[in-house]
């Protein structure tokens, strides 16, 4: 697929998502790798056009440059975000009890604290990103617990086989103490790699993943 189609094919996919206001978005193309710049209403609206953009097949790598511009009935103050925040996070069966600290300035969320599991971490990032009047938010919460290294690629290996089949074989697994992972390898669309990426973070022990990986679209 050459670039210009791969571009036509996002703009469509950006217009069709209804819960995206495409009209402030740029795109552009060049070897696969595509750029979005420009500007969306909310930060959520910022996410899920990321994520129409790697439903399209063609898409190596992607750009993120959106900016999120609040219109003024959305704007909230971030006293109010800090609260509707630390309600929703408190009431996710999903993150422990008095787990995550909130931070908010100028719209921009800070989550802090320390889990157990990846899991309770990206549920509290996820039970805040659609509140109104946010820009973003920075995750930093930590993962608590911490295995020898020695078995956290073995453990990381048996997930693959377990969960994406045929792709354990061909990714390289690189583990430094302590939980520190890094992915390496082809794949062939978004979907392996996020699948392989779950795999990896769902090994306890497991405090960071870093995601090498490449796709490699194969003409049809």
Known sequence: MNDMQLRQDIV???????????????????????????????????IDAEKAVWRIKGVKALAQEL???????????????????????????GVPADA??????????????TVDWHFQRFAAEAAVRRLTGI?????????????????????????????VEGEASRIRIDVKSPG???LEGDVG???ERRAIERAAWSVPGV??????????????
Do not use: C, M
Not at 29 to 43: A, W
């Open 67 to 93: 900016e999120v511009r609040l219109p003024e009935h959305a704007k909230v103050n971030d006293d109010e975000i800090a609260t509707r925040a630390a309600r929703i996070i408190a009431w996710n069966v």
């Open 189 to 191: 669309d978004y979907e």
């Open 12 to 46: 469509e996919e950006l217009d069709f998502e209804p819960g995206i206001d495409a009209r402030g978005i740029g795109v552009s193309v060049t070897d696969g790798v595509v750029t979005l710049n420009g500007h969306v209403p909310s930060y959520s609206q910022k």
């Open 100 to 113: 995550i600290h909130v931070k908010v300035s100028h719209g921009w969320i800070t989550l802090s604290g």
């Open 207 to 220: 405090r960071a993943v870093h995601d090498n990986l490449h796709i490699q679209w194969h003409a049809s």
């Open 135 to 163: 820009h973003g938010v920075f995750n930093n919460v930590e993962i608590k617990q911490a295995l020898k290294s020695d078995n956290v690629r073995e453990k990381i290996k048996d997930a693959l086989r377990r969960h």
């Open 180 to 182: 520190d992972v890094t």
